[in-house]
């Protein structure tokens, strides 16, 4: 059985901008891909402390196929500022419309949460909030600064929003000192007008590029999803745009269509075909690569950390 199986009606009800567009049948996952539906006492604990403090999980959300294994070793990424994006991506599963009111506690009970799950390493993302004027670059520190102080063994990977047009929004979040800092290319840029409509390809490089300059010794983190029509030399230019703002970790996982209103699975890459992108992108320099059908962004997040921090130490070994 899938993870996160639900009636179709309720699941297209998160996407009343979608409501107008034609059914794309819903292709069968190949075997490769299936994976169980959650049923552990540790899922069942996770759960319940993300309701106590009333916490969203992209986990939930996005409906991740990962979440039972996850959530089983208490892994769970946050999702900050509510669960209603202003964005209308194709491929995602999180709702979208008008969000409400910042939550002036969330900070506070994320950190009290991360406590209690006993978190070494804690991902942070968000909806995107393209209604408030610093895009939540500023709660986003303040998320990350409540973390540091509740659990200062703990450390801090974020997912951000693109910040189109929110001048001072990543000097802001850069400021706060996440350990990695990660923002999502997620497609090819030809697909961007169909797949990503409210993003710029340009404007989410050039991002990543000025955490760099903001603090040369931060870790960079970029995904992609593959299935939605792209090609391999796509694939490999985006790799090399991605290196040219130096990025250390690239993740890249199959697409997987979450409703029959959202974008179609062209194809789905086989597990030698994730094999071989993750030889040609560390081929092109990067520190770390995680390629294969069910890599998601947070997807073992911390045993990679601990070993993106290993390769650069051993990087800078080498050159001494």
């Known amino acids: 059985m899938d993870t996160l199986e639900k009636?179709?009606?309720?699941?297209?009800?998160?996407?009343?901008?979608?409501?107008?567009?034609?059914?794309?049948?819903?292709?069968?996952?190949?075997?490769?891909?299936?994976?169980?539906?959650?049923?552990?006492?540790?899922?069942?604990?996770?759960?319940?402390?993300?309701?106590?403090?009333?916490?969203?999980?992209?986990?939930?959300?996005?409906?991740?196929?990962?979440?039972?294994?996850?959530?089983?070793?208490?892994?769970?990424?946050?999702?900050?500022?509510?669960?209603?994006?202003?964005?209308?991506?194709?491929?995602?599963?999180?709702?979208?419309?008008?969000?409400?009111?910042?939550?002036?506690h969330e900070p506070a009970n994320i950190a009290e949460a991360v406590q209690k799950l006993g978190l070494h390493?804690?991902?942070?993302?968000?909806?995107?909030?393209?209604?408030?004027?610093?895009g939540?670059?500023?709660?986003?520190?303040?998320?990350i600064s409540a973390i540091h102080a509740a659990a200062p063994g703990t450390t801090v990977e974020i997912l951000t929003p693109d910040f189109l047009r929110k001048p001072g929004a990543v000097e802001t979040v850069v400021?706060?000192?996440?350990d990695v800092f990660n923002h999502n290319l997620e497609t090819v840029p030809r697909?961007?007008?169909?797949?990503?409509?409210?993003?710029?390809?340009?404007?989410?490089?050039?991002?990543?590029?000025?955490?760099?300059?903001?603090?040369?010794?931060?870790f960079t983190k970029s995904g992609v999803m593959v299935g939605l029509g792209e090609t391999r030399s796509e694939i490999g230019q985006?790799?090399?745009?991605l290196r040219a703002a130096d990025v250390?970790?690239?993740?890249?996982?199959?697409?997987?269509?979450?409703?029959?209103?959202?974008?179609?699975?062209?194809k789905f890459w086989t597990p030698d075909e994730f094999a071989q992108l993750a030889a040609m992108a560390r081929g092109k320099g990067f520190l770390m690569v995680s390629a294969t059908p069910l890599t998601r962004s947070s997807y073992h997040a911390g045993d990679d950390f601990a070993r993106l921090r290993a390769a650069r130490q051993a990087k800078l070994a080498a050159s001494t």
């Open 7 to 104: 009636p179709v009606q309720a699941r297209t009800e998160r996407h009343p901008e979608k409501a107008h567009r034609p059914d794309n049948p819903v292709a069968r996952k190949p075997d490769w891909i299936r994976v169980k539906a959650p049923n552990s006492p540790e899922y069942a604990e996770t759960k319940r402390l993300m309701r106590q403090y009333g916490l969203s999980t992209v986990c939930e959300e996005a409906a991740c196929p990962n979440i039972g294994e996850c959530w089983k070793l208490k892994h769970a990424t946050f999702m900050i500022m509510g669960d209603t994006c202003t964005r209308a991506c194709a491929f995602c599963n999180v709702k979208t419309g008008l969000p409400g009111a910042l939550n002036p």
């Open 121 to 134: 390493h804690v991902v942070v993302t968000s909806v995107d909030r393209d209604d408030l004027e610093d």
């Open 136 to 143: 939540g670059a500023a709660h986003f520190a303040a998320v």
């Open 175 to 178: 400021a706060a000192k996440p």
């Open 191 to 218: 697909l961007y007008p169909t797949v990503r409509p409210g993003a710029r390809y340009f404007t989410s490089l050039q991002l990543l590029a000025r955490v760099k300059e903001v603090d040369p010794a931060s």
């Open 238 to 241: 985006v790799m090399d745009d």
């Open 248 to 266: 250390d970790f690239l993740t890249i996982g199959q697409y997987l269509q979450p409703t029959p209103k959202h974008a179609t699975v062209e």
